[in-house]
């Protein structure tokens, strides 16, 4: 069973920094492109960063977010800096067999989500 598990969400300063974390098991980690995408009350789910298997490749919706990832902890990460009130929504975590699918927001598994909250 694939699991997907968010940590590190919480409440933040705007202008402030989180890294939010990742922990998967039960899928061979390095051959899934892995993807953040976040979610606001009342509005669509929508990409933040995704990262290739081998992590070679990255995409991004904001510059301010840095998306890396650790085969060997089978672990992927976004760091967030400089955050906005407009960030706050559930962050969540997904694995997919393409990072293109990612991209156009396909994903074939999803975690929970993390909520972070930026106060202004």
């Known amino acids: 069973q694939v699991q997907l598990e968010e940590s590190g969400g919480g409440l933040v300063q705007a202008g402030g920094s989180l890294r939010l974390s990742c922990a998967a098991s039960g899928l061979t980690f390095s051959t899934y492109a892995m993807g953040w995408f976040r979610q606001a009350p009342g509005k669509e789910r929508e990409f933040v960063a995704a990262i290739s298997g081998s992590g070679d490749m990255t995409y991004y919706r904001d510059s301010r977010f840095t998306i890396s990832r650790q085969n060997a902890n089978n672990t992927v990460y976004l760091q967030m800096n400089s955050l906005k009130p407009e960030d706050m929504a559930v962050y969540l975590c997904?694995?997919?067999?393409?990072?293109?699918?990612?991209?156009?927001?396909?994903?074939?598994?999803w975690g929970q989500g993390t909520q972070v909250t930026v106060s202004s």
């Open positions: 997904a694995a997919g067999l393409r990072l293109s699918h990612l991209k156009s927001g396909r994903s074939e598994y």
